[in-house]
């Protein structure tokens, strides 16, 4: 394995990312003792299969051990050595990683030992730390450091533990802090290795480059039996990169973590810009000695460890300090107690949220405890023994303990907190725990004598929002501000109409900002960035619960400032202000006695000075910011209202941006908030990138004035449009934070979740520091220029812009508009040349779209080919028959596109040996068969989505590719849905659902928060259809290249790199022009990673998201692509003429409709289709003879053959360089730059070989079998295989029931059941993990609470967390409580379960829950099928159950009336339940299913029940959602014609 | 867009005529505006396309989508300034254009497209009557000077361009009014001729300075306007008709269609025979009338010679009938070969497709009939089409006028062309490109016609349109002016 590659090329080390398996053992009472510590190298041996390997699969990514001190052990070091060891508590044990090179050691040693003595401590002594290399791998031995540990003795100065802590911590601070400068001036480059896991009185963590089972091994302290420790928690890692090193391995000196914290790169920033706020009397003088806090190149688990360490030196108690850093959802929470929301509120003053997704273990060695994020992505679950020892862990089973022995089992539940206190020799629940901080100090009062809410300001007087302008005016400076038609008409017509971001459909394909030739807003240089695979977004509608908009403007206070309460503070409840708002903070001294000091800074500049007059603006912008808050103003506004024929507005990004950064350096930003006054603002977008730079909150004046003169004949006038544009930006902006998986706006603000595409990284450094800009590009010269020219149109004489504005032309074609690839030419002779077969229109096509000299549209346009010397005989390159096979059409679903459309694609791609994509949302089970004339509609492509729509067993056997998708091109980050009206009956059954109500995709895949989740979906899929490629869909964006690589290591087969310009059927519009990047940048970056990796031959690569000639494939496969993806271009060729209005229904050529009416007109042949595709075949041919290259498979990687040219005389994008895109990474793998091996899924291990095998003569319809099996948390995907073969045999409708029976003892791993066929019956006596009855295609699961346990099964967890995700038919019983996320998606499957954690039944479009125990929050959102009954004795369900989509109901008691409608006692196929009428019988259909309940598992709960069941029915409560019974209603009600004929 | 499915609710309406029967007995416009309501409706037709071909499909490329929705939603108003951002003349293309805009419609793929043209046509005489469209002067003037010869469409509309830019704009007609073809090429029942005059008064009043009856290189010479102006335009037209090689040619009775249909004009406009007709009156009355030539021209021919009361008017055309219905998978959005009916042809007309005029026949030096040969088409080798006669197919076609519509092979090489010593290109037209409008002389641009050969209207339009912008980049070396 090389050692970990600095930045080159696209590669960089900041974009790895971890995530992983946690967990601890503890004993409450604080006994220490050997076995916990064994017990804790156990967990992670059993907690393996969470990590990863990486090329070598002899290196892991890393595995730990945090241990108490073993003090005997030290005793015994001491006598040895000759040293008197302090009674414990009273040493320190630095655990130290020393450079291997001998003059960088001794430097390190040197300048720890210089500091322990400055700051009074003493030194006892060097302990070699005793270690055991066996096993290890040649590579991570290469890289071991000298392991040694340096036991220091208390000062005499110093008074407690605590003291000595904190003393400890300036040492090491002092001592780490200055390390790279040394290592600079020494010339000792090594001596940045030297690095401490621990440094603490108390703990002392013992890690590595280890596997899991190497931990207890190599360090030999921790098999000692003289080790002894009352916790170990451990941690065993999965990074996305394979460049994984000693001190990446956690735990950390205080936590250990599963997740990742996406908003890191923000919290970093406020944290360092806290330098002259912050005051401790604890730390003292020894405060400043530890600057800077975080280290920009420190992973996100570093960063918060040390947030963690600074807030606990600074006093805070462990649990409060994990409550300020990751706090619950308090804002929307109507049912937290006041106080603790209080103590939140107050809170969120001091510290921005750490958001997650995340599950955090922590321990400061005398409690130990851990806590899930708001949103509950990351299981943990914990047992608590009658040994008095807790075991918490991502997955539950990792150590086998006798049942008996079981107190309790329990999870993490989302926002929560487990705390052992171990010196109280008690376990502090999150109740009491929170409630005694929060009543530790009067938070409410606090509060509310300093928290100002600036709704409740009154207005100040007389304020006239045409003060200083005329309205005649508004024309001139719309136009100064780049305002076109479209700007009115695409968003702030419909924003201020509908109170919605407006949605579009079909691909980008305008050229990016830096390519165009019309000025564009600097908005339009920044990507958003969005979550895929190592966390997950968030669904802002519904889980609207955990997300936030509140905003705090102004100072913060002093984080370590404990006796606080005298801080104001102020408030809004979202960041855009109306005028009145603005005018209130201008006025805010008057209003509040001069807690608030307001200045107005002028953020334009004089248009005499031109473009070179806009660099000196921003010194003096920033010069005056920084005088204004030294002259104690605490919040800038920063307007460009002066703006006007003699003034040019400053991007108001761009302003924001520059004093943002100019107070964090200055460490003043801290003490002033940031407010934005510009005429700028108006989509979505451009108040992301206020708000990411460090905007609190921003005045829209210019398109509320807008608004203002469009309002005057509309209802409600100008107001009503305000508040609802107002409210739209608002959900435009939860939604961009919501694809990054962040919840609130206090830490979306300042998090540069953004990638710079075509900006130079001198002007990106020095103004938005911290943002990454990969193919540089315009300048602060290209920038001014562009706000001249709109200056100029606006204040000039242009007879166009005289009383109009600018077309636009980027939401549709214009011709004085932005260029389009897809021009009506183009789109003319690309669809002559395909249907006359004309290969002269062809080449004008492709001509119109590859001449770049005229129209530069994308960065592929910026390369040229060096051909050969010599070319070869276009006879000689592979043929065109051959090339085609390489190639597939995009995932278009069945639902957004029509049949004819679908089947179009299908036939034409199976005929060529190419592939086409279902897309989300099944596939009609007659396309599986071949037709008679041999064609076949079948999708060689399954596309495995969110939403999981149609995905069951038979589906999945049915592919030769099953495609995860991650994200997609035209909404990264984002869900979907498909509306009500496009839900014919024939997309119902195929999707399993009710005709006429609407779907919807989650934003996250529920089973996918992380990458080790990847793996384990991955892993599904294998095994129940291991002859199918495994493939995940990316989109191009920073970092890309960095997760592929973790995909790769999740033994996915193929990965596919989309980018930005890729289509949709429907997507607001933000995230269809705002969203990704290039794949061009995509897929070198991960054709770089892959190969610094040693993965690239692994895995198959494919490129997709705006493919439109054979030019582009010949770019593609150079670049490194094996295969490659075409949507919008074989849609246009059968007929596609992009409108632009699928998300409408109203496709006039019948493709992306469901109309019967307009799906007549489709008149798309496959022949259309097979002519494109080859014309772009014979077209990549000419290129391969020109450049000398036979086959494909030569072109691939070869980047050597591509070069980059000057941008031709353009204006702005000449300063474009590409040379970090054409890197050539040096192969770090003997195998080459292509796909030429396969992956090792490991599924030889599985039991289900021998279910399979015990099973043939019922899988040949023979006698049933049974089947026992002893199983633990390592047994995943138990019955996936077994129903994999089911379906090929048998299909969807599998075998009858009862024919396979699994009898199961023990923990399952995860995915218990998944995909389980019908006629099989999974009964489990024990529990299981996270996602049983995944995709339940049928099966019958029983999980139940083992005889010998004495637990209330209504009190204990039995099975994890999103359970039946996905589930389409069969049945499921579970004695006990359930996780997060039970039954979300759930299409048809009917299950029973004693208790639920938060989410329960979450897009829920079919089947039957019976809850019989206690139900977390946010139960049924947007549920839009089924119906489920909840057991509600205390009246507590409807406070919990989101009431968006769903009606609660009392449930009627039986009436004795029963007919072919009523419930029946089994399911009578696979697609019927068997349920009967949802609209009635709800008494018999309920006490079908307890009484099943009871039979399947004996629950005394059921029992219970049915004994009185006449008052049991009248605590239950039955929720229905109301667009469901509107569509059975609608269905029961004979069709209106039909009345008529009577 | 304003209403999404307009399209599946509304169904095609256009203007209708006045019947033949009334219409025939004026001279005047027989179009029947819909009703604004009506309109509307129609408006909601138009889907807002992402790729809106009409837009492209038109020269001028109108945002047909843009003010379609405008006056979906009733704001004829915006609706006219965003007409006019791109059409200079919409009352003329509204009445005159084949509309290329409908065939590329989206619509007209497989349904009947958006009634463009009459929405195009209703907006802007609604303006007019309105009192919505005024003068628009300059804010400043350029002291620069620029005089444009011809005053047909292209010449006017570079003309208004210019002026409006800031620049003292001289125009040059031979003809006694301004207008050019406009003027005296269409007939007033497809344009009435007030139309012009109300464009000409507010482009007076922008500045334009009209000289008509002024013939450049006759009266003035090229070398005077260079002398006097800082750049001169030529904008003169393609006015060299197409001529019949035919034995017998000078029959009295044999004319050139552009002859018949100015004095015809000139008569409507009130003036006297001796000045619509110095040569000699061509009248058509109680006479069987032969147009020759299938085109726009002839059908003005047909229209004219059916209201001076001929006997009967036969239409032919040498290439073969075109199908009724084109390929629409193979043509649209581009402009089609197909069958089309003009309101000319419609008010009776007998049309002979695939004939070939071979012989004029007469009697004392006046036409009396014309001998014809039937042709058949077929693709040669090559793919091109190649006639021959049908044998034993010739015929004899009672004349007693014939006017010649065959089109216009490009402007006269005498005169004007000469003395500004411009270069032509290979059809004889003048060479300049359509970036620049340059001409091989330096300060002398062509647009419109005289660049181009015969074209549309609407085509004339824009060339004077860009080319105005060429003039005043050169002029002032940036312009603000759209192309």
Redesign the interface.
């Known amino acids: 394995m090389p050692a970990a590659p600095g930045l080159q090329g696209l590669y960089d080390p900041r974009n790895e990312h971890d995530s992983c398996g946690v967990g601890f053992v503890a004993n409450i009472k604080g006994r220490k003792s050997h076995e916990v510590i064994s017990a804790g190298l156990e967990i992670l041996v059993n907690l393996d299969h969470r990590g990863a390997v990486g090329a070598d699969p002899l290196v892991g990514d890393g595995a730990g051990c945090l241990i108490q001190i073993p003090d005997r052990i030290f005793r015994d070091w001491a006598r040895g050595a000759g040293v008197d060891l302090p009674a414990s508590g009273d040493y320190a044990v630095a655990m130290c990683f020393l450079p291997r090179q001998e003059a960088a050691r001794d430097t390190a040693i040197g300048q720890f030992e210089h500091f322990i003595r400055v700051e009074g401590q003493i030194l006892l002594g060097w302990r070699e730390v005793p270690v055991d290399t066996t096993g290890l791998g040649e590579a991570v031995l290469a890289q071991m450091p000298v392991i040694r540990q340096a036991i220091i003795a208390r000062g005499p100065k110093i008074s407690d533990q605590d003291a000595f802590e904190r003393k400890i911590l300036a040492i090491r601070k002092q001592t780490q802090n200055p390390l790279p400068a040394l290592a600079e001036r020494y010339g000792l480059p090594d001596l940045t290795d030297f690095y401490m896991p621990s440094c603490s009185s108390r703990t002392v963590v013992y890690k590595g480059l280890l596997l899991a089972p190497q931990v207890g091994t190599f360090y030999r302290d921790l098999t000692d039996p003289r080790a002894e420790s009352a916790l170990a928690m451990v941690h065993q890692r999965f990074s996305t990169n394979t460049f994984p090193s000693w001190k990446l391995a956690h735990p950390y000196r205080f936590i250990a973590h599963n997740g990742e914290i996406n908003t890191v790169r923000g919290n970093a920033n406020w944290m360092n810009a806290r330098r002259r706020t912050l005051e401790s009397e604890l730390l003292g003088p020894d405060l400043d000695k530890m600057w800077p806090l975080l280290h920009p190149t420190d992973s996100d688990t570093a960063k918060l460890d040390n947030a963690l360490e600074l807030l606990l030196a600074g006093g805070y108690p462990l649990a409060h300090a994990m409550m300020m850093l990751i706090p619950e959802a308090w804002a929307g929470n109507p049912l937290m107690d006041p106080d603790r929301r209080a103590f939140y509120e107050y809170h969120a003053a001091l510290m921005e949220p750490w958001d997650g997704p995340a599950a955090i273990a922590f321990t400061d060695g005398r409690q130990i405890g851990a806590t899930l994020d708001r949103n509950g992505l990351r299981p943990a679950r914990f047992v608590i023994t009658d040994q008095d020892h807790v075991i918490m862990a991502s997955e539950v089973g990792v150590l086998s303990i006798p049942e008996e022995r079981i107190l309790r089992k329990w999870r993490l539940q989302p926002g929560k907190m487990l705390l052992i206190d171990m010196e109280a020799g008690r376990i502090i629940e999150d109740e009491e725990i929170k409630h005694s901080l929060a009543q530790a100090q009067p938070y409410a009062e606090w509060l509310a004598a300093t928290q100002f809410k600036l709704e409740d300001l009154p207005e100040p007087p007389l304020w006239d929002p045409a003060g200083a302008n005329s309205p005649s005016d508004l024309l001139d400076r719309q136009q100064a501000f780049g305002y076109t038609q479209e700007d009115i008409a695409v968003f702030l017509e419909p924003m201020s109409r509908t109170g919605e971001d407006p949605i579009g459909s079909m691909g980008t394909d305008t050229p990016l900002a830096v390519l165009s030739r019309r000025p564009r807003l600097l908005y339009d240089y920044f990507k958003q960035n969005f979550a895929q695979v190592t966390n997950p977004p968030i669904d802002p509608i519904r889980e609207e619960l955990v997300m936030s908009l509140v905003s705090m403007i102004g100072p913060r206070p002093n984080l370590l400032g404990r006796q606080a309460g005298t801080h104001k503070r102020l408030e809004v409840s979202q960041p855009v202000l109306t005028n009145g708002d603005l005018e209130k903070i201008r006025a805010i001294s008057d209003l509040l006695d001069g807690a608030f000091r307001t200045v107005t800074l002028d953020a334009t500049w004089p248009a005499a000075a031109g473009v070179e007059g806009l660099e000196s603006a921003l010194d003096a912008l920033c010069a005056a910011a920084t005088d204004a808050v030294l002259a104690d103003m605490n919040i800038l506004i920063l307007s460009d209202r002066a703006v006007s024929a003699d003034r040019i507005p400053i991007p108001a990004a761009l302003a924001t941006a520059a004093v943002h950064h100019r107070l964090i350096r200055q460490g003043l930003r801290m003490q002033t908030g940031l407010v934005v006054e510009t005429g700028e603002a108006r989509e979505v977008h451009h108040f992301c990138v206020l708000a990411g730079f460090g905007a609190e909150a921003i005045n829209p004046y210019l398109v509320l004035e807008t608004l203002e003169s469009l309002g005057y004949d509309r209802p409600g006038g100008a107001k009503t449009l305000t508040k609802n544009y107002v409210k739209a930006v608002g959900k435009g902006i939860l939604k961009v934070m919501s694809k990054m998986g962040i919840s609130t706006y206090q830490s979306y603000c300042g998090a540069q979740i953004f990638d710079a595409v075509g900006l130079s990284s001198a002007f990106v450094d020095r103004y938005f520091t911290g943002a990454v800009s990969l193919i540089e590009g315009a300048g602060l010269t290209d920038i001014a220029s562009e706000c001249v020219r709109r200056h100029r149109d606006a204040y000039g004489d242009a007879p166009l812009y005289r009383n109009m504005l600018d077309v636009g032309g980027i939401y549709g074609f214009r011709v004085r508009g932005e260029e389009h690839a897809w021009t009506p030419e183009a789109v003319a002779s690309l669809q002559h040349a395909v249907r006359g077969n004309l290969p002269d229109e062809y080449a004008s096509f492709a001509r119109s779209i590859n001449d770049q000299n005229r129209r530069l549209l994308t960065l592929r346009g910026l390369m040229d080919f060096k051909w050969a010397e010599t070319p070869i005989p276009l006879e000689e390159v592979e043929p065109a028959s051959e090339i085609v096979k390489r190639f597939s059409t995009g995932a278009m679903s069945f639902g957004s596109i029509s049949r004819e459309a679908h089947t179009t694609l299908a036939i034409a791609m199976n005929r060529i040996g190419g592939r086409s994509n279902t897309g989300e949302g099944g596939e009609e089970a007659d396309r599986y068969k071949p037709l008679p004339n041999g064609d076949s509609m079948r999708s060689a492509i399954k596309q495995v989505a969110s939403g999981r729509f149609g995905v069951t067993a038979e589906y999945l056997v049915n592919a030769d590719d099953l495609q995860i998708k991650m994200a997609q091109g035209a909404k990264p980050g984002e869900g979907g849905q498909l509306p009500g009206d496009k839900v014919d009956a024939n997309i119902a059954r195929v999707r399993h659902a009710t005709p006429g109500v609407g779907l919807i995709s989650p934003p996250p895949h529920h089973d996918i928060y992380s990458i080790e989740d990847l793996a384990q979906l991955i892993h599904d899929l294998k095994n129940v259809n291991p002859s199918s490629r495994v493939s995940v869909k990316l989109v191009s964006e920073v970092g890309v290249g960095t997760v592929a690589a973790g995909v790769a290591k999740c033994r996915a087969d193929h990965v596919t790199i989309s980018g930005f310009e890729g289509g949709t059927g429907a997507s607001p519009l933000t995230s269809l022009t705002h969203a990704g990047s290039p794949w061009e940048i995509g897929l070198a970056e991960t054709q770089q990673t892959l190969l610094l990796n040693g993965l690239r031959s692994r895995i198959c690569v494919q490129v997709d998201g705006g493919l439109r000639t054979g030019r582009d494939v010949a770019v593609g496969a150079l670049l490194g692509a094996d295969e490659f993806g075409f949507a919008t271009a074989p849609l246009i060729a059968a007929g596609c003429i992009m409108m632009r209005k699928c998300h409408l229904n109203t496709c006039p050529v019948g493709v992306a409709t469901q109309d019967p009416v307009l799906r007549a007109r489709f008149t798309g042949q496959p022949e259309h289709v097979i002519n494109y595709l080859f014309f772009v075949a014979e077209e990549l041919r000419q290129i391969m003879a020109q450049l000398g290259l036979r086959t494909v498979r030569e072109m691939i990687g070869r980047v050597d053959r591509l070069d980059a040219r000057a941008a031709l005389d353009h204006w702005k994008a000449s300063g474009v360089d590409l040379s970090r895109v054409l890197h050539q990474a040096p192969a770090g793998h003997a195998l080459g730059l292509w796909n030429s091996e396969r992956q090792n899924h490991g599924l030889e291990g599985a039991l289900d070989h021998r279910f399979i095998a015990e099973a043939q003569d019922a899988l040949a319809g023979g006698a049933p079998a049974v089947i026992t099996a002893t199983v633990r948390n390592v047994n995943r995907s138990l019955g996936a295989m077994l129903s994999g073969e089911i379906a090929r045999r048998f299909g969807h409708q599998g075998l009858a029931d009862g024919a396979i029976e699994l009898k199961l003892t023990g923990t399952a791993g995860q995915s218990l059941g998944a995909f389980l066929a019908r006629g099989v019956t999974v009964e489990l006596t024990g529990d299981a993990n996270d996602y049983v009855g995944k995709s339940l295609s049928g099966g019958r699961i029983i999980v139940r609470a083992p005889k010998e346990a004495r637990r209330d099964p209504t009190a204990n967890i039995i099975v994890g967390n999103t359970v039946l995700y996905g589930a389409i038919a069969g049945e499921a019983y579970f004695e006990g409580v359930a996780g997060e996320r039970f039954a979300v998606r759930n299409s048809g499957a009917i299950a029973v379960v004693e208790g639920l954690g938060d989410h329960g039944c979450e897009y829920m479009t079919g089947g039957v829950v019976v809850v019989l125990g206690e139900t977390g929050r946010n139960f049924a959102a947007g549920m839009s099928g089924g119906v489920a009954y909840v057991y509600d004795p205390d009246g507590k369900f409807p406070a919990l159950c989101n009431s968006a989509m769903v009606s609660l109901e009392p449930i009627a008691p039986a009436n004795g009336e029963i007919d072919d409608e009523a419930p029946k006692l089994e399911a009578p196929s696979v697609w019927d339940s068997g349920m009967g009428d949802p609209l009635r019988f709800d008494a018999e259909r309920l006490r079908g299913l307890v009484a099943r309940h009871h039979r399947h598992t004996g629950s005394a709960r059921a029992a219970a029940l049915l004994a009185n069941w006449d008052l049991a029915l009248t605590r239950f409560v039955k929720v229905i959602p109301n667009d469901y019974r509107n569509a059975l209603l609608r269905a029961r009600r004979p069709a209106p014609h039909a009345v008529a004929a009577e | 867009m304003g209403s999404?499915?307009g399209?599946?609710e509304v169904t095609r309406r256009e203007r209708g005529y006045e019947p033949p029967s009334s219409r025939l007995k004026t001279w005047r416009e027989f179009v029947l505006p819909l009703p604004p309501p009506e309109l509307e409706r129609q408006a909601s037709r138009c889907?807002?396309?992402?790729?809106?071909?009409c837009?492209?499909?038109c020269p001028v490329?109108n945002?047909i989508?843009?003010w379609n929705?405008l006056t979906y939603r009733g704001d004829w108003r915006s609706a006219l300034?965003?007409l006019h951002?791109t059409n200079n003349f919409p009352e003329f293309t509204g009445r005159v254009c084949p509309a290329p805009c409908e065939a590329?419609c989206?619509?007209n793929?497989?349904?009947a497209p958006v009634t463009i043209k009459t929405i195009e046509c209703q907006i802007v005489d609604r303006g007019w009557e309105e009192g919505w469209i005024s003068p628009?002067t300059?804010?400043?003037a350029t002291g620069k000077s620029v005089a444009i010869v011809g005053s047909g469409p292209a010449g006017l509309a570079c003309a208004q361009?210019l002026a409006?830019?800031?620049h003292a704009v001289s125009v040059f007609e031979k003809n006694d009014r301004i207008g050019g073809l406009l003027r005296y090429g269409i007939p007033d029942f497809k344009m009435e001729k007030t139309l012009i005059d109300r464009r000409l008064d507010q482009m007076a009043a922008e500045g334009v300075s009209f000289h008509p009856s002024v013939h450049v290189g006759v009266d003035v010479s090229v070398a005077d306007l260079l002398s006097q102006y800082d750049s001169i335009v030529l904008a003169g037209g393609a006015e060299r008709p197409r001529d019949l090689d035919l034995p017998e040619h000078s029959l009295d009775g044999v004319h050139f269609a552009m002859d018949f249909l100015t004095q015809q004009n000139k008569r409507v406009a009130g003036d006297p025979e001796s000045a619509a007709a110095p040569a000699g009156i061509i009248s058509a009355r109680d006479k069987h009338v032969v147009v020759i030539g299938g085109g726009d021209t002839g059908s003005d021919c047909i229209g004219t010679a059916n209201r001076q009361g001929a006997a009967s008017v036969t239409q032919l055309e040498i290439m073969p009938e075109p199908p009724v219905h084109e390929n629409k998978?193979?043509t649209?959005?581009?402009w089609p070969l197909k069958l089309r009916t003009s309101s000319s042809q419609e008010e009776g007309c007998e049309r002979d497709f695939a004939v070939a005029t071979r012989r004029a026949i007469g009697a004392e030096g006046r036409i009396e009939a014309l001998e014809c040969a039937r042709l058949e088409w077929t693709r040669g080798p090559d793919g091109r089409l190649v006639m021959t006669e049908v044998e034993g197919g010739g015929f004899t076609l009672r004349a007693d006028l014939v006017l010649l519509a065959m089109g216009f092979i490009g402007p006269h090489p005498e005169g004007v062309l000469e003395q500004a010593g411009v270069a032509l290109d290979a059809r004889g037209a003048v060479a300049a490109n359509t970036e620049d409008y340059s001409t091989s002389r330096d300060r002398i641009f062509a647009c419109g016609d005289m660049r181009r050969g015969q074209s549309l209207v609407v085509w004339a339009i824009r060339e004077g349109r860009q080319c105005a912008r060429a003039v005043d980049l050169a002029l002032m070396g940036t312009s603000?002016?759209?192309?």
Request: net charge negative; hydrophobic share 40%.
């Open positions: 999404t499915t399209f599946l889907m807002s396309c992402g790729i809106p071909f837009h492209t499909g490329n945002l989508p843009d929705d300034d965003v951002s590329a989206t619509l793929i497989n349904e628009q300059p804010l400043a361009q409006r830019a800031g998978a193979l649209w959005p581009n603000d002016l759209p192309r």
